[in-house]
């Protein structure tokens, strides 16, 4: 059964640090990975789509690196903003043909102004 | 295309009601997703369909819970005889099936069910 944990569960940095998020997964036999933005009480922002075969992607001050064969993901946010803060959820597609998401529990990001 | 839309945004309930939510996907996703999000947690997969066949349940999906997707198109979840354990965010994805083109997963913005 895939499992996949995120570290650390929440983290406070001053405006204008880069920062890296971790999440790692125990069965390699993935197809994608996907990185999600959620704010309070709302639904889920797609950020980036890793494909099996690739190990990074960029959108502006955001780069997601995948290493499938140790199980784990990145997530990098350059020069943060008080607008980056939300919770980050990081999400890996299973081998079978459901193609169901298992999610981590999230990071919890606060960028102080 | 609006994206996926989710129906009602927030549901207040008693003990013992009965429930219905309403996703409308994007129109060329023939996939549709239901998951189950509590407090602090990552979302959890209920089940899914692809076009009008429900493929897969999770055995997080009892038997007070059913979910249609007629004509292939917007989806109904149900929840029967509510109890307060059923207190969560409920979300809804749709994405193009395989071997087409994928491009991710596509979140509306979740109904919120409160059973009190």
């Known amino acids: 059964k895939q499992e996949v944990t995120q570290i650390p569960a929440a983290l406070s940095v001053p405006e204008g640090e880069n920062l890296v998020l971790n999440c790692s997964f125990t069965d390699s036999a993935i197809y994608n990975l996907q990185w999600f933005r959620q704010d309070p009480g709302k639904g889920l922002t797609s950020l980036l789509l890793i494909q099996s075969s690739q190990r990074e992607q960029t959108s502006g001050r955001l780069n997601a690196s995948l290493d499938k064969s140790s199980g784990r993901s990145t997530l990098y946010i350059a020069a943060s903003q008080p607008g980056d803060s939300a919770t980050y959820l990081c999400?890996?597609?299973?081998?079978?043909?459901?193609?169901?998401?298992?999610f981590g529990s999230g990071t919890q990001l606060t960028v102080l102004p | 295309d609006t994206g996926v839309s989710q129906n009602p945004r927030h549901k207040i309930t008693k003990r013992g009601q009965n429930v219905t939510f309403r996703c409308d996907p994007i129109s060329e996703h023939n996939r549709l997703y239901w998951y189950r999000q509590t407090l602090g947690q990552g979302p959890e997969f209920l089940t899914y369909?692809?076009?009008?066949?429900?493929?897969?349940k999770s055995r997080l999906l009892s038997d007070r819970f059913s979910a249609e997707r007629p004509k292939g198109s917007f989806s109904t979840l149900e929840i029967q005889r509510t109890e307060q354990g059923d207190s969560a965010m409920y979300l809804c994805?749709?994405?193009?099936?395989?071997?087409?083109?994928?491009?991710?997963?596509?979140f509306g913005s979740g109904t919120r069910l409160t059973v009190v």
């Open positions: 369909f692809q076009n009008e066949a429900q493929l897969e």
């Open positions: 999400a890996v597609t299973s081998s079978g043909s459901a193609r169901q998401l298992t």
């Open positions: 994805a749709s994405s193009l099936a395989p071997p087409l083109a994928f491009k991710g997963y596509t």
